[in-house]
C-alpha cells in the first residue's frame, strides 16, 4: 500500500501557516500540524495570546481534519534566544531575536521534534523558497517582495533546507487570505503578528523592564548640551525618531530629532537633527557570525547586494573576509542607520548567499 509522506506543520494560529497546511494537503501529503509554547509569561489583556493563537490553531486543524500537537520550547527559548537578546541589549546593541530563534528553534529543537513524530519535512509559514539544484539548497526571497522573509532564514544550512519546506513563498499575501477564506479557515482575516519572536505584542518598555535594570541618563547633542532625559539606552536604537521626549526642543534647524549614537561609558544618548543627517550615514560596516547558506563562503572579495534591515531594498556592496567568521563590508553608496546587532544579509539577485551579525560601523 502507497504510504503518503509525512510532513508537519508549524501552525502559529496565523493565516501564513494555516494556508500552508491546506497547500500541502491539497498535494496529497500526510500533513500533521504541531503549535509550538515557547513562553510561559502573564499575558497583558488586549495583546494577542499563545491561549488565542492555539485555539485558533485547533481551529484550523479541525476545519482541515489534521491532527493537532503541542510542544513546549520555554527552556530552549530563554537559554538560547532570550537570554542572548538579554545580553545584546546590555552591550547597547540592537539584537533581532527572530533570526536567532529561527536558528536555534524552529530550524533546530522543532526539526529535531518533527522527526520524533516520523516526519519527512517541516513546513512553516514563511514567504521564502528553496530550490534543489544538482545536490545544493537554495534559499531564494519569497515571490512577494512586500513580505520576502529571507532576511530572517540567512542562518540555514544545507541539512536544515533539505527537510524545509515553504508552501506560501510562491504566493502573494493577498493570494494567501483569498485561499484561507475560500476554506473557510477562520485565520483568514486575523491581523499580522508584529511583536518579538513568542513574546508578542506587549508594551516593549515594560516588558523589558522587568528583566534589565533601567538607567535613566542625558539625551545630548554631538556639541554635547544635554537637551532631555532617556528612559535607558536599552530601549532605543540607531535612527529612532518616536519616542525621545524631545518633540517641542526645535533646535537650530527646526527638523526632527533621530537618535545617531549612543554612549555607553557615559550612558548618553547623542541625538541630531534631519532624517539625512550626515552622522546617521555609514558606508562601510564590521561583522560577524558570518554564516554561508552553502556552507561555503563565496569567491573572494564578494561582489553582490546586502540588506542591514528587514525590507530595506539591496543595496550594491563588496564583502571582504577576516580571520574566522569576521567580515568586512563596503556599501557602493552611504547607508542610513546601520545597527550594530542587527544583521547584514548577502544577495545575489533573489538568491540568499549568507549574513552575519552586525558589530560596529566604521568612518
Same mark, same amino acid.
Given at each position: ?169 510562491? &504566493? #502573494?499575501? !493577498?493570494? *494567501?487570505?483569498?485561499? @484561507?477564506?475560500? /476554506? ?6 486575523? +491581523?499580522?503578528? =508584529? ?89 562601510? &560596516? #564590521?561583522? !560577524?557570525? *558570518?554564516?554561508?547558506? @552553502?556552507?561555503? /563562503? ?6 553582490? +547586494?546586502?540588506? =542591514? ?55
Amino acid at each position: 500500500m502507497y504510504k503518503k509522506t509525512r510532513v508537519i506543520v508549524g501552525l502559529s494560529g496565523g493565516v501564513d501557516s494555516s494556508v500552508a497546511a491546506l497547500l500541502l494537503l491539497e498535494r496529497g501529503y500526510d500533513v500533521h500540524a504541531v503549535f509550538m509554547k515557547n513562553w510561559e509569561d502573564s499575558f497583558a489583556p488586549g495583546y494577542c495570546s499563545a491561549e488565542e493563537d492555539l485555539e485558533d490553531a485547533r481551529e484550523v486543524c479541525e476545519t482541515l481534519g489534521i491532527p493537532l500537537h503541542t510542544i513546549n520550547f520555554t527552556e530552549a527559548y530563554k537559554e538560547r534566544v532570550f537570554q542572548h537578546f538579554l545580553d545584546a541589549l546590555r552591550q547597547g546593541r540592537t539584537p533581532n531575536p527572530d533570526i536567532l530563534c529561527n536558528k536555534e528553534i524552529k530550524f533546530k529543537a522543532f526539526l529535531d521534534h518533527v522527526r520524533r513524530l516520523g516526519g519527512e519535512a517541516l513546513a512553516t509559514g514563511h514567504y521564502a523558497r528553496r530550490v534543489e539544484r544538482e545536490g545544493c539548497q537554495y534559499l531564494l526571497k519569497g515571490l512577494d517582495s512586500q513580505k520576502d522573509q529571507s532576511y530572517f532564514l540567512y542562518t540555514l544550512g544545507q541539512q536544515q533546507l533539505s527537510k524545509v519546506l515553504f508552501p506560501v513563498g510562491d &504566493l #502573494h499575501k !493577498s493570494q *494567501v487570505r483569498e485561499l @484561507a477564506a475560500r /476554506s473557510g479557515l477562520i485565520t483568514h482575516d486575523k +491581523k499580522d503578528s =508584529t511583536g518579538i519572536c513568542f513574546i508578542g505584542e506587549r508594551n516593549f518598555r515594560d516588558f523589558l523592564g522587568r528583566y534589565l535594570p533601567t538607567q535613566k541618563g542625558d539625551i545630548c547633542t554631538l556639541a554635547g548640551e544635554r537637551i532631555g532625559e532617556h528612559m535607558g539606552l536599552m530601549f532605543y536604537t540607531l535612527g529612532q525618531r518616536q519616542g525621545l521626549g524631545i518633540g517641542g526642543r526645535r533646535g537650530d534647524s527646526g527638523e526632527p530629532w533621530y537618535v545617531v549614537d549612543k554612549n555607553l561609558t557615559s550612558n548618553q544618548l547623542i541625538v541630531a537633527q534631519g532624517h539625512r543627517h550626515p552622522h546617521l550615514f555609514h558606508q562601510r &560596516l #564590521h561583522a !560577524s557570525e *558570518v554564516h554561508w547558506v @552553502a556552507g561555503t /563562503s563565496p569567491q573572494r572579495p564578494l561582489r553582490c +547586494k546586502a540588506k =542591514t534591515r528587514y525590507r530595506q531594498p539591496d543595496q550594491a556592496c563588496t564583502v571582504e573576509f577576516g580571520a574566522a567568521d569576521h567580515c568586512l563590508v563596503e556599501f557602493s553608496a552611504p547607508q542610513r542607520a546601520i545597527t550594530p546587532g542587527q544583521s547584514v544579509v548577502f544577495y545575489a539577485e533573489d538568491e540568499c548567499l549568507g549574513g552575519a551579525v552586525i558589530d560596529a560601523v566604521l568612518d
